[in-house]
């Protein structure tokens, strides 16, 4: 069971750890008084980070019915939209930072 769980939301699993790993970093930096390493670009990967980690679970936990590598293999618009949608997040937090 607990394997299972692993195999199939690797990605998920992935990004959670990256993005925890990244923000104890952070945390360490500002304790050490380094407040310089917090620029607009931590802010940035910051905010994509955890917007695509919400992409994927939204996509993985609440739409698990779908069987989405299928339709993507099968469907290249589909894919592109996907893609699409991890783009504009990734622009956005960039843009906005």
Same mark, same amino acid.
Request: with cysteine.
């Given at each position: *069971?607990?394997? /299972?769980?692993? +195999? $199939?939301?690797?990605?998920?699993?992935?990004?959670?750890?990256? @993005? &925890?790993? !990244?923000?104890?970093?952070?945390?360490?930096? @500002? /304790?050490?008084?380094?407040?310089? #390493?917090?620029?607009?670009?931590? !802010?940035?990967?910051?905010? #994509?980070?955890?917007?695509?980690?919400?992409?994927?679970?939204?996509?993985?936990? =609440? %739409?698990?019915?779908?069987?989405? =590598? +299928?339709? %993507? $293999?099968?469907?290249?618009?589909?894919?592109?939209?996907? *893609? &699409?949608? !991890? #783009?504009?997040?990734?622009? %956005?937090?960039? #843009?906005?930072?």
């Amino acid at each position: *069971m607990k394997t /299972q769980f692993v +195999k $199939k939301h690797t990605t998920l699993i992935v990004v959670v750890a990256g @993005l &925890l790993i !990244y923000t104890v970093s952070a945390f360490f930096a @500002l /304790q050490n008084g380094d407040i310089k #390493a917090f620029s607009g670009l931590f !802010y940035a990967v910051s905010k #994509a980070l955890v917007g695509c980690a919400v992409l994927k679970a939204v996509d993985e936990v =609440m %739409l698990y019915e779908v069987p989405t =590598m +299928k339709i %993507l $293999k099968e469907n290249a618009v589909g894919y592109s939209i996907y *893609m &699409l949608g !991890y #783009a504009i997040i990734v622009a %956005l937090a960039f #843009a906005i930072a």
